[in-house]
Each structure stands twice: as C-alpha cells, then as structure tokens.
Nanobody
Framework: VQLQASGGGLVQPGGSLRLSCAIS????????IGWFRQAPGKQRERVSC????????YYADSVKGRFTISRDNHRNAVYLEMNSLKPEDTAVYYC???????????????????WGQGTVVTVSS
C-alpha cells in the first residue's frame, strides 16, 4: 500500500494550492480518508476527513470555507483544494487512509492504517 502526497509548495497569502494523494494497493471506495498537517514545533492536527462513501466530510474550524476535500475513486486519488491560504496554514500535509466502509468519517489519526510521506506547504510573502 502506498499513499503519495504531492502539490505542496510556496505560495503567497491569499493564494491557492491543490494537494493530491495518489493511492495504490487499496480500493479507495472502501477507505475513509483524512488530511492532517503538522506545523514546525506543533502537534499534528486534522484538517479534513471524508467517509468511504464520500457522503460526509469534516473540516477543522480553521479551514472551513477555504478548503475542500474530494476523491476520485476511478483514479484512486484524493485531493485537498486550499484557497485563501494564510501563513498559519504553513505545515507538512499528510494524507491517510483507514480500511473501513462507512457513512461516517474518521477523526482520530490513531485510527488510520496508512499514511503518505507528506508534502510541504509554505504560505509566505
């Protein structure tokens, strides 16, 4: 199983980025997906999660209205569209998968089975 996150980079405040997570070895439709991030010197925090049936999604209050999680089961990929980026969004972003078929997303990082290597997002002028 591999999760390959990409799409990070340096962007100015107010800018946008689209993170991708290419997944192999898993049937995406049978997995809950989450995006997490860890800023320098801080604990990892959840950003957004979606259920395996793609029917429900969670967003942290800090990103609500700016970020959108989506998935493409045909391509076995998950995305995180990030708009109106702020310096406090600077972090390493990780995608994760949990082997479960559910209408509910998974919030706890400890329940995820697989993790990508992370992609760095830097928001700075």
């Amino acid at each position: 199983v591999q999760l390959q996150a990409s799409g990070g980079g340096l962007v100015q405040p107010g800018g946008s980025l689209r993170l991708s997570c290419a997944i192999s070895g898993l049937a995406l439709e049978k997995n809950n997906i989450g995006w997490f991030r860890q800023a320098p010197g801080k604990q990892r925090e959840r950003v957004s999660c979606t259920s395996s049936d793609d029917g429900s999604a969670y967003y942290a209050d800090s990103v609500k209205g700016r970020f959108t999680i989506s998935r493409d089961n045909h391509r076995n990929a998950v995305y995180l569209e990030m708009n109106s980026l702020k310096p406090e969004d600077t972090a390493v972003y990780y995608c994760a998968a949990r082997r479960v078929t559910s209408i509910y997303y998974t919030l706890s990082s400890r329940e995820y089975d697989y993790w990508g290597q992370g992609t760095v997002v830097t928001v700075s002028s």
